[in-house]
């Protein structure tokens, strides 16, 4: 059945970088494979139905491709999927396709944006970011080729949530900063808002009814437990010798605390984040348009769980944070030009979400 899909306007200008990527996406991820794909891997005749076949494992929910390498095994020599070279892109499995674009089917309507996750994503991001375009959404009529990803069905909250995400990202474009206390008192309002609603009705506010002066601060200490306790692996050089690299710095540089003066650390840190304000000068702006991005992509995630705080604070943490890994890559550098930023950006996407368990421990 036609629907409305919303797709977000940098959507159709996304183009795969193939061998030139340095970060290509067949590396340090578990490939999902789709059950169609799956069977048709079962059958498939000769020398590449074995090989395809000795790398398939069949997990409790769903068959992925293992590989000893940290990387998937049909990824050539040449950089190129080897899949896709002798049978075509409808021969690959769906993730794989469909990646970087992230495909939201809310049942009363779709959502299609892209994943910064990709260093090419990351450029159409900053573009807009940098040359103060709006991230608009183009609407289209067609039938979705992708399944429905909720289980709800609360299509009035669901209108809340989009009149919502519309407020708070024209409250950014208006002034107010990603980190501002005014959003954290929204979604912790909002959510008992919605408690009370469940029990004893009433309605729902508007971030616009909120303003602070003041701004949601991590320290050091909190920094720490997030690197350590989240993002943070030992084998991270498995799925990224790059973000590894940025890693081992930190742990040389900061290190864990208690073993130092955490004053020291955080004298380092905002050394570090001192210099980055130098080398980047339009930085504010760009933290502040990636806050933006990401509650276009993810504050609907709220229609699922109803958790406005979580959300919220994890995507000014996740902010935050991007900021360290900046700061550490341009430190003993002259100058970062946007191809780096998109470099470290889509591999710190990557590993991102492994801080939402930590966000918990601050
Ligand atoms: S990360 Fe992006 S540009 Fe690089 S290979 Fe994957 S889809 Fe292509």
């Known amino acids: 059945m036609k629907c409305e899909i919303r797709r977000i306007s940098i959507f159709d200008e996304f183009q795969c970088a193939g061998q030139r990527c340095s ?8 490939i999902p494979i789709n059950h169609d794909v799956y069977m048709k891997y079962l059958h498939e005749k000769g020398l590449f139905g074995i090989m395809l076949r000795a790398f398939l494992k069949r997990g409790e929910q769903t068959a992925f491709f293992r590989s000893p390498f940290g990387r998937c095994p049909f990824w050539g020599n040449d950089r190129l999927c080897s899949i896709q070279k002798k049978h075509g892109e409808e021969y690959m499995p769906a993730v794989c396709v469909q990646f970087p674009r992230q495909l ?8 299609e944006t892209l994943y910064l996750a990709c260093p090419e994503a990351v450029k159409l991001f900053l573009e807009c970011a ?10 289209i009529e067609s039938v979705p080729e992708y399944e429905v990803n909720t289980t709800n069905d609360d299509k009035n909250f669901l209108d809340y949530l989009v009149k919502s995400r519309a407020e708070l990202t024209a409250m950014l474009r208006d002034g107010m900063n990603f980190d501002s206390m005014a959003i954290l008192d929204y979604g912790r309002e909002a959510q008992s808002a919605c408690l009370n609603m469940a029990t004893a009705g009433g309605g729902l506010p508007s971030p616009r009814d909120y303003f602070s002066e003041e701004c949601y601060t991590i320290g050091i200490e909190e920094i720490n437990k997030l690197f350590f306790e989240g993002f943070f692996h030992p084998n991270l050089g498995i ?3 790059f973000l590894h690299k940025l890693c081992k710095k930190y742990v040389r540089k900061i290190g864990k605390l208690g073993k130092r003066n955490p004053k020291a650390a955080d004298k380092k840190l905002c050394a ?15 933290l502040n348009r990636y806050f933006e991005y990401y509650l276009l992509t993810n504050f609907l ?4 769980d109803y958790s406005f705080t979580r959300c919220l604070l994890y995507g000014i943490v996740k902010t935050k944070m991007v900021m360290l890994f900046l700061a550490l890559y341009a430190e003993n550098k002259d100058s970062i030009d946007r191809e780096e930023i998109a470099k470290i950006i ?13 966000l918990k421990k601050l």
């Open 23 to 30: 970060i290509n996406c067949c590396q340090g991820w578990k």
């Open 104 to 111: 939201y089917n809310l049942s009363f309507f779709c959502e």
């Open 130 to 139: 940098y040359s103060d375009k709006s991230f608009e959404y183009h609407i």
């Open 239 to 241: 799925i990224s010798m």
């Open 272 to 286: 570090l984040q001192d210099d980055l304000y130098q080398k980047l000068p339009g930085l504010d702006k760009m």
């Open 301 to 304: 995630d709220i229609y699922e």
């Open 346 to 358: 889509a591999v710190y996407e990557r590993r991102a979400p492994q801080m939402k368990d930590a």
